[in-house]
């Protein structure tokens, strides 16, 4: 992990636990409910990023709620579904580890406490996102409720890529612009070939440095690639960015790992 970035665990969870969190999600899309007014596409492409998310007070206000974000090309200009509306879904987010049961008993399980663990997605880091001071206090926890492969979109990693500081941030904007989140300052461009794919089974977890880069590309196959990610942050002597476009709320501040 200190070396690359990442370090990947697989058989992390049983595939009981893996059915437990596919049946939840199932249950949740079987009642989603959203006004056509709020249903926007999920992108990491920055200009995409401004345009939906960045203009959208339904993403901005999701740190402490259960909502839905759309694949690119599922809604009409009247935000209809063109598809079936549960196989329209990229992401589900912000808040299921404090309002659903079976997500937040995965997420404070004592697999995740234990000690020493220290559509594509276009290569970022997490920390350009979840910005703290000092950096390097953020991991990611990436769980495969499916087999992860090259076909249908594996992370791939640059191996040493987050000893290099990070170049960009999406923080909120001013009161007053046109999107409610900017970035500041520009994303390098990335050497394809130093990416390598990290397959990984069903119930693996990969954990991931806030600052290394990675990726996942298009799931070009038939199977689905579901995947449950949640972030934790180390709260001794780190600042959580007042500009991060993610903030606690009072109704839900950031819970303590280990409760």
């Known amino acids: 992990f200190h070396e690359d970035g990442f370090l990947v665990l697989e058989h992390f969870f049983s595939p009981e636990e893996c059915d437990s969190m596919r049946s939840s999600i199932q249950r949740i899309l079987d009642g989603m409910e959203v006004p056509p007014h709020c249903r926007t596409e999920f992108s990491t492409k920055e200009?995409?990023?401004?345009?939906?998310?960045?203009?959208?007070?339904?993403?901005?206000?999701?740190?402490?709620?259960?909502?839905?974000?759309f694949e690119k090309g599922v809604l009409d200009e009247k935000g209809n579904f063109l598809i079936a509306k549960e196989k329209s879904v990229s992401k589900i987010g912000h808040a299921l580890h404090a309002h659903d049961p079976v997500f937040k008993q995965i997420t404070h399980s004592s697999k995740v406490q234990q000690p020493g663990i220290g559509g594509e997605v276009t290569p970022h880091q997490d920390a350009t996102f979840l910005h703290t001071e000092p950096l390097g206090k953020v991991l990611g926890f990436w769980i495969a409720l499916e087999d992860a492969t090259q076909e249908n979109g594996c992370l791939w990693f640059i191996p040493g890529s987050h000893t290099s500081g990070i170049t960009r941030r999406m923080v909120r904007a001013a009161q007053g612009a046109s999107t409610c989140v900017e970035f500041v300052g520009s994303e390098p461009a990335y050497d394809d070939s130093k990416f390598i794919p990290?397959?990984?089974?069903?119930?693996?977890?990969?954990?991931?440095?806030?600052?290394?880069?990675?990726?996942?590309?298009?799931?070009?196959?038939?199977?689905?690639?579901?995947?449950?990610?949640?972030?934790?942050?180390?709260?001794?002597?780190?600042?959580?960015?007042?500009?991060?476009?993610?903030?606690?709320?009072?109704?839900?501040?950031?819970?303590?790992?280990?409760?």
Do not use: C
């Open 198 to 259: 990290v397959p990984i089974s069903k119930g693996g977890l990969i954990v991931i440095h806030g600052e290394v880069v990675h990726k996942s590309e298009m799931n070009s196959s038939e199977f689905s690639r579901h995947v449950y990610t949640f972030h934790v942050m180390e709260a001794k002597g780190t600042n959580w960015s007042k500009e991060n476009w993610l903030q606690p709320t009072p109704e839900l501040p950031f819970p303590p790992l280990y409760t």
């Open 47 to 69: 200009e995409e990023q401004l345009q939906a998310q960045g203009s959208s007070d339904y993403f901005l206000t999701s740190g402490d709620k259960v909502r839905f974000f």
